[in-house]
Structure formats: C-alpha cells, structure tokens
C-alpha cells in the first residue's frame, strides 16, 4: 500500500505564490511519473504539470511560465511552485504518483487534495 500526502495549500492574493508538496510513502519499488492536477467547481479535473521520472516535463497552457514542477526522489516528494497566480488559479489540487510496487506491478496513486484559493 502506497500513500500520498498533500500539503502547502492555502489562501493567497492575486500576484503571490504558493508550493504545493506531495510526500509518497508505504512499498515504493520505484517510482515512474509524478504529476499535478487541479478541479475548479464545476469543472472537470484538468492536468496542470507532469514529471516523468527521466526528467521531462508537461505543463497546461495556462500555467506554463508561472507553474514549475519539481521532485526530491530521496524523499519521493514532488513539488509544484506556483508564482503569479490568478482567481483562475483557484481549485482543488491534486498529485498522481505512478508506484512500482513490484518489478512487475504498477500501479497510479492520487492525493487526498489541497485547496488553494487566490482573491483578487
């Protein structure tokens, strides 16, 4: 059993910054692609930054320039820095780890979700 724990959300103004965490923890074989993902009310769960663990990256359209995603694969932690954000940028924010939990076994994890809300 793998589990996630999310932290670093929050309420902030329009301009400042906030970095989310993600901790992974339990039978870590390995560990492939790390992500972030945001749902808005209403709105459907949408891919914000991807990871993949041979270091390439993915970020949506509108957070590209402003959002940067990180991991600390000592501590099987990932980390989304957000700097400039937006009301837009209000949402719920979850992570998603791919865990190996075995050689042959694969499995994708998700966070318990963080709320992070930007006043203008």
């Known amino acids: 059993q793998v589990q996630l724990a999310e932290s670093g959300g929050g309420l902030v103004q329009a301009g400042g910054s906030l970095r989310l965490s993600c901790a992974a923890s339990?039978?870590?074989?390995?560990?492939?692609?790390m992500a972030w993902y945001r749902q808005a009310p209403g709105k459907q769960r949408e891919s914000v930054a991807v990871?993949?663990?041979?270091?390439?990256?993915n970020y949506a359209d509108s957070v590209k320039g402003r959002f940067t995603i990180s991991r600390d694969n000592a501590k099987n932690t990932v980390y989304l820095q957000m700097n400039s954000l937006k009301p837009d940028d209000t949402a719920v924010y979850y992570c998603?780890?791919?865990?190996?939990?075995?050689?042959?076994?694969?499995?994708?994890?998700w966070g318990q979700g963080t709320q992070v809300t930007v006043s203008s």
């Open positions: 998603k780890v791919i865990v190996a939990t075995s050689r042959y076994m694969t499995y994708a994890y």
């Open positions: 339990g039978s870590i074989f390995s560990i492939s692609a």
């Open positions: 990871l993949t663990s041979e270091g390439s990256t």
